[in-house]
Every structure is written in C-alpha cells, then in structure tokens.
C-alpha cells in the first residue's frame, strides 16, 4: 500500500503534461505579485518544471524565495552573475525550454527583446532560447498605446514571438479600472495550451546539450 506522499507523486506522475520545462520569466511590473497562482496552474496542468528567471526589478515585487518557493525549482535572479558551468547558464536554461513565457513584461522588457538588448538574465536567456516564445506585457495604457511599445510588440510579433494582450483591470497607481493587466493565470495557460499545439515539435524539448 502506498503512503500519502507517494500516492501523491503517482497522481502528479499519472497526470498528463503538455510539456517538460516552461522557463518563466518575471520583469518588474505589478502583476509580478501574481506570479505565484501562475506558476501553481502551470505546474497542475501543463509542465512538469518551471523554471523561474527574474530581473532585479522583479524582485521588487516578488522575492526569489517566494518564487522558489511555488515553483519547487532554484530561482534565477539577475542580482549576482551564475557560477560558470551552472544551471542558471543562460544558454542551458535556454536549451531546456519547452516553451519560454515572459509575465508580466515590463515596457522595458518589452523595448530590450524587440532590440536584442541582453542585459539581464531574461532576456539573454529570451534572446539565446529557439523554442515558442510568449510574452504578456502588463502596463499603464499609455504606456502600452506608445507608439514605441506598439512598434516594438510588431517587431517581436514579426520575429515569432506570442503576444498575451493585455486585460482590463485595477491599475494599482490610480485604482483606476483600466486596459494594461496581465490576464489570469488560467488565460495565460490556455494561451499555452494553443501555442503549444501549434508547435508540437517544441513538446519533447530540451534540446541536446
Ligand atoms: C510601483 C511600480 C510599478 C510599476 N509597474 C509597471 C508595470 O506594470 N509595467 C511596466 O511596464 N513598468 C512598470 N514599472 C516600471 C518598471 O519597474 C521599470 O521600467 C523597470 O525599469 C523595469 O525593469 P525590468 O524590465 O528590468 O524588470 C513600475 C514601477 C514601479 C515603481
């Protein structure tokens, strides 16, 4: 007879998962407070590892303990450089991507992918990965609707990458209700969930180191 710790793994090995590894990346905008029930959804539904990179800013708005913490997984961080040959390498984490998520993206964020800018551990990893990329940028209106910002999501939607739209929500500076939040946790993952079956060929990644 089984214990309760093992049943449980059994149940979370039975279950079945889109995917292996979903390398989530986290810039530094309000909704990174909500990336823990996110990662909790991908982990219950989709992939077996998530595996979370944060820019400093990030850190501001959910610490890497917390972000360990929910994903079960060591954190990358963009605070101090990896140790050579580790598994924070940008270029392992990359190849290790099932599917790379960047939630929320920052304008920032958003303005450095489109540019090739590898200034963090997110984008360089961003910029090294090959598998499905997916970003949910999360903003002030204004911010979104810059020409620029508009002009760098066309650049990214142009080189392949997934673009989450943002979401009506509470903008937290005004309490405003207002266009610029990152969508649930469950729209994200149904976002996954057609990105993923779009490119079948991305399910059985990692890629050979
Ligand atoms: C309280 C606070 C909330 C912020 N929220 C957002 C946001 O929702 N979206 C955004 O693009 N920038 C936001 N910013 C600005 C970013 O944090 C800033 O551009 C930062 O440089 C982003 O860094 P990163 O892209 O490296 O994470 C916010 C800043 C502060 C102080």
């Known amino acids: 007879m ?8 059994e149940a979370s090995a039975a279950r ?8 989530l990346g986290v810039s530094g905008a309000v909704g990174a407070t909500e990336v823990p029930q996110l990662i909790v959804l991908l982990r219950r539904e989709f992939c077996r590892r998530v595996q979370v990179v944060m820019t400093r800013t990030a850190e501001l708005f959910l610490t890497p303990y917390a972000a360990e913490v929910f994903s079960g997984q060591p954190v990358g961080t963009s605070s ?3 140790k050579p040959n580790s598994w924070q390498g940008h270029i392992r984490l990359a190849k290790e991507a099932s599917v790379l998520l960047v939630a929320p993206a920052t304008a920032n964020m958003v303005a450095r992918l489109a540019t090739g800018l590898a200034e963090d551990l997110v984008s360089t990893v961003t910029l090294a990965a090959t598998c499905p990329k997916v970003i949910a940028p999360a903003m002030n209106i ?7 910002t508009q002009r760098n999501l066309r650049e990214l939607r142009e080189h392949g990458f997934y673009i989450i739209e943002p979401v009506v929500g509470i903008e937290v500076a005004t309490m405003e209700v207002s266009f610029g939040s990152m969508p649930q946790p469950r729209e994200i993952a149904n976002f996954l969930f057609n990105v993923m ?13």
């Open 142 to 148: 204004r911010m979104f609707e810059n020409a620029t």
């Open 16 to 23: 079945e998962m889109v995917c292996e590894t979903v390398v």
């Open 80 to 82: 101090e450089l990896p």
């Open 2 to 9: 089984s214990t309760g710790k093992q049943a449980q793994e």
């Open 197 to 209: 079956a779009a490119n079948p060929g991305a399910k059985d990644q990692p890629e050979q180191t």
